[in-house]
């Protein structure tokens, strides 16, 4: 068995769907699927019951899986410890926006228990680099959002979030249950410095040119809410100051959480930084 075969089994196994497993793997589905059949022949049995819905692991698919990630666990701290005597044990990673999403928690914690000898260093990046230095070298992966301008990227999606509008907590339309972005067509709107990712500032002007402020960073637009009305967008889930409310919109397609690394790059320490990742922000 081969160890990529291995890992798009992983990827069905823990997905239960081709066409998501696919979307993982950046790949179409008929070679995930064609990849699949093949190691169930190799196996002698089926490992997956397959239905419109989605895939479901029969008992051989479960032994293979824990199997499975038990290797490939393995394949990668045998990289790890490779690289670490090659002189590479210190990896960059770039972090937009909030630090303290558990995601981040519980991938800083499977990171360390796996790669015990690997120094880890963070970049706080500000909101106008989405891709929190990447491009330019000063980090080796990203834990961002998307969208943004993906040349020569690969981005893995770790977890879609539902969008809402800040506004101050007096403002008339902070007591409604869910917006429309053409209700705030009327209102001025956060923009980024010149310069920045057009992709990544028409998502947050939902789309459309706007007028407002310029701001950089997140505290920055929630200053720019409370002391000037300006209405920001933000991920739902997270705490606001007293002064400001959060209201869903209701066609506002959501935020993806993603890991991004420059397309080519095969350092085994994103490798499995990016796959930690994947589970760690499932939960």
Not at 74 to 81: G, I, L, N, S, Y
Not at 147 to 172: C, I, K, M, Q
Not at 175 to 201: H, I, K, N, Y
Request: aromatic residues 6%; charged residues 25%; hydrophobic residues 45%.
């Amino acid at each position: 068995m081969e160890l990529r075969t291995l890992r798009y089994f992983v990827a069905v196994a823990e997905e239960l769907h081709f066409g998501r497993a696919a979307t993982r793997l950046h790949m179409s589905q008929p070679p995930l699927s064609r990849a699949i059949k093949q190691l169930e022949a190799d196996v002698g049995a089926l490992l997956f019951v397959r239905s419109p819905a989605g895939v479901t692991l029969t008992p051989v698919g479960t032994v293979l899986l824990d199997e499975a990630r038990a290797l490939l666990d393995h394949a990668d701290r045998v990289r790890a410890r490779v690289s670490a005597s090659a002189g590479v044990t210190t990896i960059t990673v770039g972090i937009l926006g909030d630090g303290t999403d558990p995601g981040v928690s519980r991938l800083a914690a499977a990171y360390r228990r796996r790669h015990p000898g690997i120094e880890i260093r963070v970049r706080d990046a500000d909101l106008t680099d989405p891709t929190c230095g990447l491009r330019t070298g000063l980090v080796d992966v990203a834990l961002t959002r998307a969208p943004f301008d993906e040349t020569a990227l690969t981005v893995r999606a770790l977890r879609s979030d539902p969008v809402g509008v800040v506004l101050r907590a007096d403002d008339p339309l902070a007591r409604r249950d869910g917006l429309r972005l053409a209700e705030l067509s009327d209102r001025r709107w956060f923009q980024f410095p010149r310069g920045t990712d057009p992709v990544w500032q028409a998502y947050w002007n939902g789309g459309l040119p706007r007028e407002g402020p310029v701001v950089r960073a997140v505290q920055e637009c929630l200053q720019a809410v409370l002391w000037n009305g300006t209405v920001g967008l933000a991920p739902l889930g997270h705490e606001l100051p007293a002064e400001l409310a959060v209201v869903p919109l209701t066609d506002m397609a959501p935020s993806r959480v993603v890991a991004v690394w420059n397309a080519g790059d095969t350092n085994p320490l994103i490798q499995s930084f990016v796959e930690i990742a994947t589970t760690a922000y499932r939960h």
